[in-house]
C-alpha cells in the first residue's frame, strides 16, 4: 500500500497561492511522492524512538492501494508543489508536537 503525505504549511501554502490567483477549478494539492506504510512507519521509529518496533496488522479492505495525487495543474497554473519533504517534515512536525505537550504540562 503507498501513501502519499505532506504537511500541512506546504497545503496552506497551496491554498493560498490558489485563493490569490485568478484561476478557477479544481486544483489537486497533494504530494505526488509515495510511500509504503512500512517506510512510513521506518521514518517514523528513525524520528520518535530508534528502539520502538513495528507492529503489522493486515490492511483494511475499502484502503486504496496508490495515493499519488496529479499536481500537474498546480505545477502549471500556480507554480506550486510541496516545498518540504516527508524525511524532512516529519521531525519538524514532532519537535512541534513535543514542544506543544511540554508547554501544556507546565
Known sequence: MLNCFHLQHCQV???VTLMESEHIGPFNLGNPGEFTMLELAEVVKETVDPS???DFKPNTADDP???KPDITKAMEFLNWAPKISLREGLPLMV???RKRILDEQK
Open 52 to 54: 520502538a518496533t513495528i
Open 95 to 97: 519537535n512541534d508536537f
Open 13 to 15: 501554502d497551496g491554498l
Open 65 to 67: 492501494h496508490m495515493r
